[in-house]
């Protein structure tokens, strides 16, 4: 009986325990989503002629990361916006036109400027290489259109190629859309661009890779200065 009773308790205890423990990284992960959409944008690409009218001919996301020129600094993929001439950066009911916009020919980059008086928030870059497998990140992006969309799992490696780059890989979800939007570590702080999918299907399968922020900073810091 005295075993039944401290085994019940003992049960009662975890549980409770555990139930505390769920909740706390459930709120934590909702805080995380939150600090990385205000500084996450959708990046909408249009090749327009010189009436202003013309088709959509991209669509990616993007964030902040600094200033130039009393400019806000958007950092995204060349893929994202190399098909058109016109860039429309969408943020809660804003939306932004600017053809200020380049691009990286070794990386798959681009910065992006646009102006605005209201007082936005930048994101923090995490630097370093010690990047671990396991873990906890999120994706924040736009897939498909739906803006400030977040999904979250672990760093699965990083990996370098023969040449010596690197690549984080995630099982975060990754869409079209996501690209160029921000792979985010459990202090809030980016890692990585969300860049490519491996894929048989299209869709995302679990082999999600980002461009790590300590292989391009040194570019975007020279482009900022």
């Given at each position: ?14 549980s409770v325990?555990?139930s505390?423990s769920?909740?706390e990284?459930?709120?934590?992960l909702i805080d ?9 944008v ?5 090749n327009?002629g ?5 088709p959509?001919?991209g669509l990616?996301s993007g ?8 400019k ?7 893929h ?6 016109h ?7 804003e939306?932004i036109?600017?053809?200020e ?9 681009s910065i992006i400027?646009?102006e605005?008086?209201g ?6 870059l ?20 739906f803006?400030?969309t977040?999904t ?11 040449q ?10 990754i869409?079209?859309?996501n690209?160029g939007?921000?792979?985010?570590n459990?202090r809030g702080?980016?890692?990585g661009?969300?860049?490519f999918i ?8 679990g082999?999600?890779f ?12 020279e482009?900022?200065?």
């Open positions: 009986m005295k075993k039944y009773i401290f085994f019940t308790l003992f049960t009662l205890i975890t325990v555990f505390q769920l909740f990284y459930e709120q934590a995380l989503a939150e600090h990385g959409r205000d500084f996450t959708t990046v909408e690409v249009y327009l010189s009436d202003g009218d013309g959509q001919v990616g964030f902040i990361i600094g200033f130039k020129d009393d806000y600094v958007v950092l995204s993929n060349r994202v916006v190399a098909p058109g001439n860039v429309d950066i969408v943020f809660g009911d939306s036109c600017t053809e916009f380049f691009t990286h020919s070794s990386y798959d980059l400027l646009f605005y008086d007082e936005l928030k930048t994101a923090d995490y630097l370093e290489q010690d990047i671990l497998p396991g873990s906890i990140v999120i994706a924040i992006g736009s897939p498909a259109g803006e400030s977040v979250h799992g672990i760093v699965s490696a990083l990996r370098f190629d023969e010596g780059y690197a690549v984080i890989q995630t099982d975060a979800s869409n079209p859309g690209s939007g921000p792979l985010i459990s702080q980016v890692i661009v969300n860049t491996y894929s048989e299907s299209g869709g995302s399968e082999l999600n980002a461009i790590p922020m300590f292989e391009i900073y040194n570019l975007i810091e482009f900022i200065r």
